[in-house]
């Protein structure tokens, strides 16, 4: 399979190259240190447009697929991986729009969202939930032309952010049912009855906030219902697949940023009067890095592929995004080995790679979920 990109994606990447060298490299740090949502950059990145890179040109979109938006995730994370945590979070109920909303749903919501007017949070871990998605207790009872939903999210990025209009929630709306009973529901910010929590401080995605939402007897016209009545899981499984792929090309972009971070200390660093990298304990490791690296963006690109064309994708992207978040960590891990003792402090961009990896193993289903989804298939 050749990596080579089309002309419209050679134009994407290097838009967002020129957006990542000109705005994003020289003045993220400050936000990342402070844990700091960086809105004037936020702005700037929706006004060019990339937030609709995925989606159909007829609401806004750049018509670029799945395969689009891996590249956005991944040029973003080679400079903050938490940028790249905005974007991909924002993709979750921008896509679970654009593929079961109706065409007043999409007019309403994805094409402000494209035009980069606002973003999204998606609301579906709950507390006592984790990665059983389908243990949902929000529930939205229906209330003549109307439903009313009550109860909470965590985790949910994007929200409370200045930019933050809608979200996506997944409810209980016939609990009869089981997970055959579970409905998705648009959102505005403003609505009665929902309120956001305060943002905690994480060892990644430090500039992304997470939060807790709170629905409580927030009342929404049925009209707000995306697609049909007890299609929730469905809908959330297919957009967490396709999550789990910009997930990968977030670790991806991570990845690559690890191994040139420590090309560029290991080159210029002497022990002993000979350089560092004449030792093979670091140059295999970096090896190793190089190679998986290479590995993952052909799993990315198979996975993303796939889900373009319609065609089965949800074990390609459990094998893609456990492969590629497990590799990230593992050559952040030795990038900040080669630092030696100035990997442990701050003013290193290396020191924080560790902890952003390892929150891209927990998210959008973990590691251990991932596997448990690929040995199934030894029994099918």
């Not at 609401?59 to 940028?83: H, N, S």
Request: hydrophobic share 40%.
């Amino acid at each position: 399979m050749l990596l080579d990109l089309n002309e419209d994606e050679t134009m994407l990447r290097n838009g967002l190259q020129q957006f990542a060298e000109g705005s994003l490299r020289p003045n993220i740090k400050a936000f990342a240190d402070e844990h700091k949502f960086p809105t004037a950059l936020m702005k700037e990145f929706l006004a060019l447009g990339f937030m609709g890179t995925a989606y159909d040109p007829n609401y806004g979109g750049g018509g670029l697929g799945t395969r689009g938006a891996a590249i956005v995730a991944e040029q973003l994370a080679r400079i903050e991986p938490g940028f790249a945590a905005i974007y991909l979070c924002n993709s979750a109920p921008m896509t679970t729009i654009a593929r079961y909303g109706s065409d007043e749903i999409k007019s309403k919501w994805l094409e402000p969202l494209c035009r980069g007017e606002m973003i999204a949070s998606f609301g579906v871990t709950e507390p006592s939930g984790g990665s059983d998605v389908a243990s949902v207790k929000m529930r939205a009872v229906e209330d003549g032309d109307s439903f009313v939903l009550s109860g909470s999210k965590v985790f949910s990025t994007n929200a409370g952010t200045a930019l933050h209009g809608v979200t996506t929630f997944v409810a209980v709306t016939d609990p009869e049912l089981g997970p055959r009973g579970l409905s998705t529901f648009v959102v505005p910010v403003g609505t009665p009855g929902f309120t956001v929590g305060k943002p905690g401080r994480k060892i990644g995605w430090r500039i992304a906030d997470s939060v807790e939402l709170f629905l409580d007897g927030c009342r929404i016209p049925k009209a707000n219902m995306i697609g049909n009545r007890g299609d929730g899981l469905k809908q959330i499984l297919t957009t967490l697949s396709i999550g789990r792929i910009l997930v990968a090309a977030t670790a991806l972009g991570l990845a690559r940023k690890a191994v040139d971070l420590a090309k560029s200390y290991g080159n210029g660093r002497k022990v002993g009067g000979a350089g560092i990298f004449n030792h093979q304990g670091l140059t295999f490791p970096l090896a190793d890095a190089l190679t998986n690296i290479h590995a993952a963006e052909l799993m990315i690109r198979n996975a993303s592929c796939l889900a373009d064309a319609d065609r089965p994708f949800r074990l390609e992207t459990s094998m893609t995004k456990l492969f590629a978040t497990e590799m990230a960590g593992q050559a952040a891990d030795i990038a900040l080995q080669v630092h030696g003792g100035y990997g442990a402090f701050e003013e290193y961009e290396v020191s924080s790679l560790p902890g952003e990896a390892r929150v891209l193993r927990i998210l959008e289903g973990t590691s251990e979920i991932q596997r448990l989804v690929i040995a199934r298939e030894l029994s099918a």
